[in-house]
Each structure stands twice: as structure tokens, then as C-alpha cells.
């Protein structure tokens, strides 16, 4: 019988982002992040072997044979060494994944993707490790990968321990807590980004004078967002929200040789978010960028249109995403899976 396991999963977005680590080797956090699951408009899908006839790891994302000697791809991989040493199992996989998005681009390809495999993996060895257990070791592939393996509001605790045993992600609010709350995406560019999200942190930490002030408010703002978000709180998520993408933007700036991930048209949606609120007398929409260009708009379902529409009127937005709160990754039926089992192979289209 064919232990292929398929599931399906999706990127987060970060209301209070996690940008720097106390410790690079186990991705431990300096600061605790809170993000929104994303609904599968959005998703990675991730077929998984595990197979005596394979003679190392094997991955392919998207159609392509990683490389995975020395390489990030690589150093990810360490996740299914976690699992196999839980699972006193030595045999290597086969790993066959497939992005909806463009990978490398600032769509949280690497917190959707490692998510996907370490949830598909542990169904692949057998375990029946708890979404906890999963996070922690999602954090070693990905730092943000953790909390995509829980569906509504997730707070990644940054943990005080040095064998990370207590940064692990967290459910502060189910799905259908908050169900209004959406997140309009406005798509500028697919373009890859220049520095990674890992080297960039790397700098910040580094270089960035700014840097130590942002550590001294963000646990205080994580604390403070997760109680708007119970509340179901707009104003408060709104202006939280946008101070902590503004606060990151502005390290990263600070970071020298200095990064930008956002461009002018970025800056342009900016200061129509700042228009609408100030003509609607309250914050009806809250933007949040990533380490890419693309806003992402927070908004209640009934003010959906308003945004839509104020992307619409930026001359570079291609395509406006209109998604909503996540549930996390699933199992998928054997019939879609994506490894052709005699081939060992991903199927052709
Ligand atoms: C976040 N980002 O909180 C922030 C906001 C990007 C900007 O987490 O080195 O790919 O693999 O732990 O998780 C992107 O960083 O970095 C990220 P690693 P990761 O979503």
C-alpha cells in the first residue's frame, strides 16, 4: 500500500511581524508575532513519500529538482530530520510541492511550504503530534512557518528557553471568532525579491540603530493586539497593525546597506489607506506589507468594496485578492496527490 500523504496549507500574514532571532540555528525569535491564517485562495500543495528506495531527500517545488547541498532549500530540509529522529524512522522522501502563488516573492511561500510538509510528513511517519509539537518544529524550517499550521489568529511566543521548548505558535482566536475580518490583497509585482527574508534579518540585527527600539515596544503592541483581536477591536487591530508594518519598513531602511522591500507604489496605497480613514472619521482599513511590495489591506467584510476599490484606482495593482480567515492545513484525498509512485516523480500535467 502507498504511504503517500498529500495536504493542502496556507501562508499567514503577520499583524506584528517577527523580523531578527536570538538564536539562528533553532530560528528563535527576538520579539513574538501575531498573524492571520489565509484562507486556500492562497495555498501550497504538498505530496510526501517516505520510501526505503530512496537513497537521500528529494524535493520539487513547483516542477523543479531542488538543490539541496549547501543551499536554503537545504537547511530546511532539517525539519524532516526532526520528524524522522521522533519517529525512529531512517528511510529519506520523496517531497513534491506546488505553490498557487510565486514563490520567493513576499507571499509567505516559505511559511505556507514548510508548514505543508512538516503537517503532510508527520501523517507520512505516523505520528500524532499536536499542532504545538508541529509548530515547533515548522519553526526550524521557517520562523514564520510556525504559525501556519493553525487556522484563525496565531501569536508565535518568542520562549525565554535556549532549546526553544517554549517558542511555539498558538491559537488566540478560531476561525469563525472574527469571520468578518478579510484581508484584501492588492498584487503589485511577482517579481523575486532581492535579499531574502533570512540574510535581510541577518542585517538588521546587525547594522540597524533603530533596531533595539523596536524590541523595547513590540512585545507590549503583541500583547495589546491579541486583546483587540478577542474584543474583535478594529480601531485598536487597525492602528496596531499599520504602526508595526511601518516600525519594520523602517529598520529594514535603517539596515545598512539599507533594504527596501516596498516601492512607490506601495507608498501610494499608504496614503490612500491614511485618505479613506480620515474621510470615513475612523479606521475602516489597515494595511500591512510583508518583505515584498504588495499591501496587504485589513478590513471588515462590509467595507470589502471600498478597498477594492481604492486598489483598483493604483495604476500598478494587477490583481486585488479578496480572502478571509484560514483553518489551517488538512489532509488531502490519496487521488490528488502529486508523486508518481512508480517513477518516483512528480506526475506530469
Ligand atoms: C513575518 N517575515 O512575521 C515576517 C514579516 C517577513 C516580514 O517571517 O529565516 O521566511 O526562515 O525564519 O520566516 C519572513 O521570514 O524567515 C517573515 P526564516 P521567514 O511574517
Redesign the pocket.
Known amino acids: 500500500m502507498s504511504d503517500i500523504v498529500t495536504a493542502v496549507g496556507t501562508p ?3 499583524l ?4 531578527g ?1 536570538r538564536d539562528e540555528k533553532l ?1 528563535l ?1 527576538t520579539n513574538s ?1 501575531v ?1 492571520m491564517t489565509l484562507d486556500e485562495q492562497l495555498n501550497t500543495k504538498t505530496s510526501v513519500l517516505f520510501s526505503n528506495r530512496l537513497k537521500e531527500d528529494r524535493v520539487y517545488i513547483n516542477g523543479e529538482l531542488q538543490n539541496t547541498r549547501g543551499t ?1 532549500v537545504g537547511e ?1 530540509l532539517v525539519c524532516l530530520d526532526i520528524l524522522r529522529r521522533i519517529a525512529k524512522d531512517k528511510r529519506h522522501a520523496l517531497v513534491v510541492s506546488e505553490n498557487s502563488f510565486p514563490t520567493g516573492s ?1 507571499f ?1 511561500s ?2 505556507s511550504g ?1 508548514a505543508t510538509l512538516v503537517y503532510a510528513a508527520s501523517k507520512g511517519l505516523g505520528l500524532r503530534l499536536s499542532g504545538k509539537e508541529m509548530s515547533i518544529v515548522a ?1 526550524r ?5 510556525c ?1 501556519s499550521l493553525m487556522g484563525g489568529m496565531v501569536r ?1 511566543r518568542k520562549g525565554v528557553k535556549a532549546d526553544g521548548s517554549d517558542s511555539y505558535a498558538e491559537q488566540i482566536t478560531k476561525p469563525d471568532h472574527w469571520p468578518e475580518l478579510m484581508n484584501v490583497v492588492g498584487i503589485l509585482s511577482a517579481s523575486k525579491k532581492k535579499f ?3 540574510a ?3 542585517q538588521t540585527e546587525r547594522t540597524s540603530i533603530l533596531y533595539r527600539s523596536r524590541m523595547a515596544y513590540v512585545e507590549d503592541a503583541a500583547s495589546r493586539l491579541t486583546a483587540a483581536l478577542k474584543k474583535r477591536d478594529f480601531q485598536t487591530l487597525g492602528e496596531i497593525t499599520m504602526r508595526d508594518s511601518n516600525n ?1 519598513h523602517s529598520v529594514m531602511l535603517d539596515t545598512w546597506p539599507p533594504l527596501f ?1 516596498m516601492n512607490d507604489n506601495s507608498k501610494e496605497v499608504i496614503y490612500k489607506v491614511h485618505e479613506l480613514n480620515e474621510s470615513e472619521g475612523k479606521i475602516i482599513a489597515a494595511y500591512t ?4 511590495p504588495n499591501p496587504h489591506i485589513l478590513t471588515l467584510r462590509r467595507n470589502v468594496n471600498k478597498v477594492t476599490r481604492l486598489l483598483d484606482e493604483v495604476d500598478a495593482v494587477q490583481k486585488v485578492l479578496k480572502l478571509s480567515m484560514g483553518n489551517g492545513p488538512r489532509i488531502l484525498d490519496r487521488s490528488e496527490s502529486l508523486i508518481d509512485e512508480r517513477s518516483l516523480k512528480p506526475f506530469k500535467n
Open positions: 499567514n500574514i503577520a506584528i511581524k517577527y523580523w532571532k530560528i525569535p508575532s498573524s536554503e530546511r513576499g509567505a516559505s511559511a514548510l519553526r524550517g521557517s520562523g514564520s512557518a504559525r508565535w531574502s527574508s533570512r535581510g534579518m541577518r519594520m522591500y506589507f510583508d518583505a515584498g
